[in-house]
């Protein structure tokens, strides 16, 4: 009897799947012949009746059901796009440069809609071709939602009960899960939990649940030790394992760069997690309100006109009163329950952010990890000095471990904890910390990595991959305090540091002295307007040979990847915040020349979705000049 072909090896990296029948005659003998040729396009092969695929179809933004998924030829893209029907032929047709012609005949007005119906009429009598097929005719409906003529089945709705399983995480902190039938998606649980929960809102196929009760607890499940667990939006994962946690974020990033179309062009490193995913944040800010966040579980009858803490998840206008937080320095808690009480006993209004009224709208923790310093930062909608002065001592009284203490007013509507002016009122008005041996001055409104352990881990990765050998010129973009450009600086031949906000330029000045590093210099604006100054031969901005960037959560400003492939520095590093942003740049950076040599992400952020990640790039375009000398 002649061998069956078996299908080939299913290869997760992929850039994109097409989900075949594996008990359909037909399919499975399709897959292994065509697996090779799409293979070398970067696409693979994946079952439908995988367990893999159930999972990645519940993590798939408005994933439709199951049934609706097994009804048509589907292609899964790794950015979570789903692909149905003869775009698929459309799509792989376009992949491969001998079909190339194809693609463009099938896309032209009129040759198009004949290809759909060629396709369609292929498709409603595929059973007939073989018997083995068990996909419906797509003429057929699926499988409807609507109530069926035994009136069971309907759309579901608010506060109907389902059980379903989850499966992992998304990038906004919701775990994601299956009823077999709905995607759903819900606040805690772990990755392989059971649980019943009800429906609180509909967006097409996706549910957003509530959870009611675990069935089953999945192994990477762990009673989450924090009390407002249940009711705050900061650390959405304590019910789930650190371990698995890390698992979820490598699947995160390589998510980001798929949905860029970069993804297997470098090995994504396992992420590197922390020592102790607790109390880890040298940085915290709460917010005072008026209205405060009932939780659940509370008796009733409690004042609900003050608190301090956090918002509650989409709610702008309530905070959740903390009496606890299990990421915050060792000592925070205190410091926050003193400010609260304080300000409830001295009578102090807290903001109404609907009215646009009181007096306390922030207050802003920092900790030096090393140096064992802290700094508070008061911010009030209004000058008030003397309020603020009996407040600020009695504060500075019952927590004797403020090392200084900064108010700052912010007589704008927007929710931000800065001021437009700021005066210090007790201390030096800076923290200071350390980072590699090297000292930091970091003043209230300068940008600082939240995480000092993990930093470190960090930034020895950007020194490593940016590897200066002291002939280099480094550009450092987004510097911040100044903390990469002061790493890079004993190893390069110039570092140029570029940072918008003022203070951060300051606190780097001073750090450069007060440690005696030299070949730092420091320029306060805006990168685009400096890469442009560069560009433009600016004398005092030699070319760069390495470039560092680490811009803010948005990514780059949209002009600046253009600017770098101008500069086309040897060797660039990006570091990103917010990976799902970046990956664009570093896509846009690809295409213009460069190679990504290696992606390494490090938890910063634990029980959080973010996760901090180093690119790194190395130009792969012709060399400069070479243009110019053939020419
Ligand atoms: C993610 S932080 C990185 C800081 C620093 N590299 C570090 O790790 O400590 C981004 C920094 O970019 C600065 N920034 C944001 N937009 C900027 C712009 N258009 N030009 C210059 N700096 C900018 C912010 O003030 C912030 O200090």
Request: proline share 7%; charged share 20%.
């Amino acid at each position: 009897m002649a061998k069956q072909p078996q299908p080939p090896e299913m290869d997760r990296d992929a850039q994109g799947w097409v989900l075949y029948d594996a008990s359909c005659g037909v399919c499975s003998r399709w897959v292994p012949f065509w697996g090779p040729t799409l293979a070398r396009q970067g696409l693979g092969f994946a079952p439908l009746q995988s367990d893999w695929v159930v999972e990645r179809m519940a993590l798939t933004a408005e994933a439709p059901p199951p049934e609706e998924i097994a009804s048509d030829l589907r292609l899964l893209l790794a950015n979570g796009e789903l692909i149905s029907g003869a775009d698929v032929y459309r799509h792989v047709m376009g992949c491969i440069w001998w079909a190339m012609p194809m693609h463009v005949l099938t896309r032209l007005p009129g040759l198009r809609q004949i290809f759909d119906g060629v396709y369609r009429a292929f498709a409603a009598h595929r059973h007939e071709i073989s018997r083995a097929c068990r996909m419906p005719a797509p003429s057929a409906k699926p499988a409807s939602p609507e109530p069926s003529k035994a009136g069971t089945q309907r759309k579901p709705r608010h506060g109907d009960e389902f059980e379903f399983s989850l499966v992992g995480f998304d990038r906004r902190g919701w775990s994601r899960g299956s009823t077999g039938e709905w995607s759903v998606r819900m606040r805690g649980g772990a990755p392989r939990d059971r649980w019943r929960g009800t429906v609180i809102r509909r967006r097409r196929s996706l549910l957003e649940i509530r959870g009611l009760e675990l069935i089953e607890a999945g192994p990477a499940h762990r009673e989450a030790p924090c009390s407002h667990h249940n009711s705050c939006g900061g650390c959405s994962f304590q019910e789930c394992s650190y371990e698995e946690q890390l698992v979820q974020k490598h699947r995160l990033v390589t998510d980001a760069l798929g949905a860029a179309g970069v993804l297997g062009l470098a090995s994504v490193e396992a992420v590197i997690g922390c020592e102790n995913p607790w109390a880890y944040r040298n940085k915290m800010e709460f917010s005072f309100s008026n209205r405060r966040w009932i939780e659940a579980d509370e008796p009733p009858g409690a004042p609900a006109d003050f608190a301090l803490g956090l918002h509650a998840p989409g709610r702008f206008d309530k905070a959740l009163a903390l009496s606890e937080c299990r990421i915050l320095f060792p000592g925070g808690e205190a410091i926050l329950q003193s400010a609260g009480r304080l300000a409830r006993e001295l009578g102090l209004a807290p903001w109404s952010v609907r009215n646009h009224t009181g007096c306390l709208r922030h207050l802003v923790l920092r900790h030096g990890v090393y140096t064992g310093e802290i700094m508070v930062v008061l911010v009030t909608s209004e000058e008030t000095p003397e309020l603020v002065l009996t407040y600020a001592k009695a504060l500075l009284a019952a927590q004797p471990c403020i090392t200084t203490l900064v108010h700052a007013i912010n007589t704008g509507v927007a929710s931000v904890a800065r001021g437009e002016s700021e005066r210090v009122i007790f201390g030096s008005g800076y923290i200071e910390e350390q980072l590699l041996g090297l000292h930091f001055r970091i003043s209230a409104g300068s940008f600082f990595q939240i995480n000092t352990r993990q930093a470190e881990i960090l930034f020895r990765m950007v020194v490593e991959e940016a590897a200066p050998t002291g002939e280099e010129i480094v550009y450092d973009l987004y510097s911040g305090a100044g903390t990469i450009a002061l790493l890079l600086a004993a190893a390069a031949r110039e570092v140029l540091a570029f940072e918008e906000v003022p203070a951060a330029v300051a606190d780097a000045r001073r750090s450069a002295a007060a440690n005696g590093v030299e070949g730092v210099r420091f320029f306060e604006g805006d990168v685009l307007v400096e890469l442009d100054r560069a560009l433009g031969g600016a004398p005092e901005l030699p070319r760069p040979d390495v470039v560092v960037v680490d811009p803010p959560r948005s990514g780059l400003h949209p002009k600046v990847p253009a600017k770098l492939l101008e500069l086309a520095p040897r060797r660039l590093i990006y570091v990103s915040c917010n990976l799902h942003n970046g990956a664009s740049d570093i896509a846009q950076l690809i295409e213009g020349g460069y190679a990504l040599r290696r992606v390494q992400a490090v938890d910063l952020f634990p029980h959080t979705p973010h996760v901090e990640c180093v690119l790194s790039l190395e130009w792969a375009g012709p060399q400069p000049g070479l243009a110019d000398s053939e020419g």
